[in-house]
């Protein structure tokens, strides 16, 4: 069989992956002997493409990673947020049971400074948590 080069650049994928026939093997084959320089061109961009496809591998592990890392990162902000709430709710709740209105005068003086120092705990919490890259 006489085949053209368009056939032989149609079945180069197949050649060049192994999955071509011995019967289509032997085509591309025999279309080599007669031209050398189409098999150089030929085998040149199977390794480029062989070298193309590794770097897609290669970038795609790359990107796999860094999404893993993203996601532990929200995943230990989310974990410091919600021990800071609740450490506020926790301190709320003290202060709450502590200083409530039934309590002599002296503590229900004290008692918006402690908010305010609980506020200011969160408030540092909040922002430590944002800027430290948890």
Same mark, same amino acid.
């Given at each position: 069989m006489n085949a053209t080069r368009d056939v032989i650049t149609d079945l180069l994928?197949?050649? @060049?992956?192994? %999955?071509?026939? !011995?019967?289509?093997? !032997? *085509?591309?084959? %025999?279309? @080599? ?5 189409? %098999? =150089? ?9 062989? /070298?193309?496809?590794?770097? $897609? #591998?290669?970038?795609?592990? $790359? ?5 893993? =890392? ?8 989310? *974990?410091?947020?919600?021990?800071? *709430? ?6 709320? #709740?003290?202060?709450? $049971? &502590? @200083?409530?209105?039934? =309590?002599?005068? /002296? ?6 400074? &402690? ?6 705990? @969160? !408030? &540092?919490?909040?922002?430590v948590t944002r800027y430290s890259g948890?």
């Amino acid at each position: 069989m006489n085949a053209t080069r368009d056939v032989i650049t149609d079945l180069l994928p197949l050649y @060049f992956s192994g %999955e071509a026939s !011995a019967d289509t093997r !032997a *085509i591309v084959e %025999e279309y @080599f002997r007669t031209d050398p320089e189409f %098999e =150089r061109m030929a085998r040149r961009m199977a390794e480029s493409m062989t /070298v193309f496809k590794a770097t $897609l #591998a290669d970038d795609d592990a $790359l990107e796999e990673r860094s999404l893993m =890392r993203a996601r532990s990162q929200v995943r230990a902000r989310n *974990i410091s947020l919600g021990a800071a *709430i609740s450490g506020l709710v926790g301190c709320m #709740a003290v202060v709450f $049971l &502590v @200083f409530g209105p039934a =309590r002599n005068n /002296v503590l229900a003086m004290s008692y918006p400074l &402690v908010v305010l120092g609980c506020v200011a705990v @969160f !408030a &540092v919490l909040a922002l430590v948590t944002r800027y430290s890259g948890l």
